[in-house]
């Protein structure tokens, strides 16, 4: 009877309060980080819908008949600020920079089980709720609106998302979310979610395996060896173009930073001969000015030639060639991301004042609330949003699209503090209390 009153005090006590982070405040920058991403993530969700040629690689980008001087030069900000490749690469490496934190500090078997039995609670009740409202939205509001909203606004770049019919296609599109390990954006949950960006939540989850696998031989092994050997596991992800290359580029930062000081040597500088050093930043400026000039390049000189580096690849399951057969569609792992990414994390990494500047209440607050944002701006955009723009009858499209951005925003934030106070924060409740008690 102590356990069973043991447990459920406990449980009372998770349900009954947010979650407290598992990381320490000093690690506060890097949910701030994330908060970052979470801003950049509602303007590319807002502006794909309402001012898609202002979005970088977009269809009306592409086909640019319709753009005026604003959307270009917005155009160009974008691939720095709303870009959709870099936004949910630097989630899935975010992701593993983090997950294995609560291990580094607590190298034991308990630990790691826990992290790894709570993560897919933790995901799937949040993703079910959403895909859940979403369905139910729709089949009252009906689809045929966002269709009216596409032709009258000539936005080629959004989909009218997928019907859900029925309870058993709403229950393997939530299970296949968290089981398909390829063609990620290929499948019914995604392609039913407004913006069909569902499928990022599926790599994150299967890429939380491979730091799990990967991590554990990190108490047991030589720092040094480590490094060579996670570089050697970047490389041969690369060459056959799986997503473990950016997850284990996250894991291995969080190893250099936690158990070898790496931003202490880092600031000291890059040793060239003798006493000579190289600003480490100098390094990091050529890996992200070199990811911004491929971003620039495909964007402005030869957008036909974008998609040719991911020939650069092994072609696994059809050739002994190069990966000459790619589909466009589908999410790609690519060159020009990770540079950009590499660049700005290892600057963060090492940096105080960047630090200190994502560590501001604002992004820490977005950052905890990620997962909520990310489920709730879509819905949002794609219902209140069109519904207020096509109710309004301005002369000017850009006061109009002014006035849903500031509706939008506000509605997403109210929207996602309760989905967070009532889905989220119960999910992981609810993954701490399954856990202890099937230890009891």
């Known amino acids: 009877m102590n356990g069973w009153s043991t447990l459920v005090t406990k449980s009372v006590k998770r349900f009954a309060a947010p979650p407290l982070s598992s990381h320490d405040s000093k690690n506060n920058f890097l949910i701030g980080l994330r908060g970052f991403f979470v801003i950049q993530s509602f303007l590319h969700t807002f502006l794909l819908v309402f001012a898609p040629a202002s979005v970088v690689h977009s269809a009306n980008a592409q086909e640019g008949s319709h753009s005026s001087n604003l959307h270009k030069a917005l155009k160009f900000v974008s691939i720095l600020f709303w870009n959709d490749g870099i936004i949910y690469s630097a989630f899935i490496i975010l992701s593993a920079r983090t997950i294995c934190i609560p291990f580094m500090k607590d190298e034991t078997r308990l630990s790691i089980a826990g992290s790894i039995f709570r993560r897919g609670l933790r995901l799937w009740f949040p993703v079910a709720v959403a895909l859940a409202i979403t369905t139910s939205i729709f089949q009252a509001t009906g689809y045929k609106y966002l269709d009216d909203f596409a032709k009258d606004t000539s936005n080629i770049s959004i989909l009218v998302p997928y019907k859900i019919d ?3 296609i709403y229950f393997n599109s939530v ?5 398909v390990t390829t063609r990620f954006s290929d499948q019914a ?11 990022v939540i599926n790599v994150i989850y299967m890429q939380s395996f491979t730091v799990y696998m990967t991590m554990v031989i990190i108490p047991y092994t030589r720092p040094s060896w480590r490094v ?9 992800a690369w060459w056959v173009q799986s997503w473990a290359w950016y997850s284990i580029t996250g894991l291995l930062l969080a190893d250099l930073v936690t158990n070898m000081d790496f931003k202490a040597k880092a600031q000291r500088g890059i040793k060239v001969w003798r006493s000579i050093t190289c600003p480490s930043y100098f390094a990091y400026a050529v890996s992200l000015a070199g990811g911004l000039v491929m971003q620039y390049l495909w964007a402005a000189w030869r957008p036909e030639y974008r998609d040719e580096e991911l020939i650069a690849h092994g072609a696994l399951y059809y050739t002994g060639g190069l990966n000459e057969d790619f589909d466009v569609k589908q999410p790609q792992a690519r060159d020009d991301n990770y540079l950009v990414l590499l660049g700005f994390f290892l600057c963060v990494e090492t940096s105080d004042i960047i630090q200190w500047a994502l560590a501001n209440p604002l992004f820490v607050y977005l950052g905890r609330r990620s997962l909520s944002w990310f489920l709730v701006q879509s819905v949002v955009v794609y219902t ?20 849903c951005f500031f509706a939008i925003l506000a509605a ?3 929207g996602s503090e309760i989905f967070y106070r009532a889905v989220e924060v119960p999910s992981h409740a609810l993954s701490y209390t399954i856990f202890d008690w099937i230890r009891d």
């Open 175 to 179: 299970f296949n979310l968290f089981w």
């Open 189 to 199: 949950g995604s392609y039913a979610f407004p913006g069909q960006m569902m499928w």
């Open 166 to 168: 029925n309870a058993l």
């Open 228 to 236: 060579k050997g996670a570089i050697f596991f970047i490389i041969t």
């Open 412 to 414: 997403t934030a109210v």
């Open 384 to 403: 209140m949003g069109i519904k207020l723009f096509q109710t309004l009858h301005m002369t000017s499209e850009v006061a109009a699209t002014a006035a």
